[in-house]
């Protein structure tokens, strides 16, 4: 058996990457003001499927899950807005 350190561990260190991972992304388009390549249908239900992990970390009571959800969601609705404001132009 894995020490629960251990696992802890390696989840904080999933978060971290895949929260980091859309930081790029929030700055390109940000940027670039280019949102044609961004999928709409993703963003929704990336974005959506985000909230639902942050209100399960709520539930359960676990900080690694809030903080990265809570950071991604954030990140991901990011680009979800800039998607709809300058699909527009």
Do not use: H
């Not at 990457?17 to 940000?30: E, N």
């Amino acid at each position: 058996m894995i020490p629960v350190q251990y696992v802890e561990l390696v989840g904080s260190v999933a978060g971290c990457l895949t929260t980091l991972a859309f930081l790029p992304q929030v700055l390109r388009v940000w940027r670039t003001k280019s949102v044609r390549d961004i999928s709409l249908l993703t963003y929704i239900a990336l974005t959506c499927g985000v909230f639902l992990w942050f209100l399960y970390g709520l539930g359960v009571g676990s900080y690694p899950i809030i903080t990265a959800n809570g950071i991604t969601f954030v990140l991901s609705l990011s680009i979800l807005v800039m998607k709809l404001r300058y699909a527009r132009r």
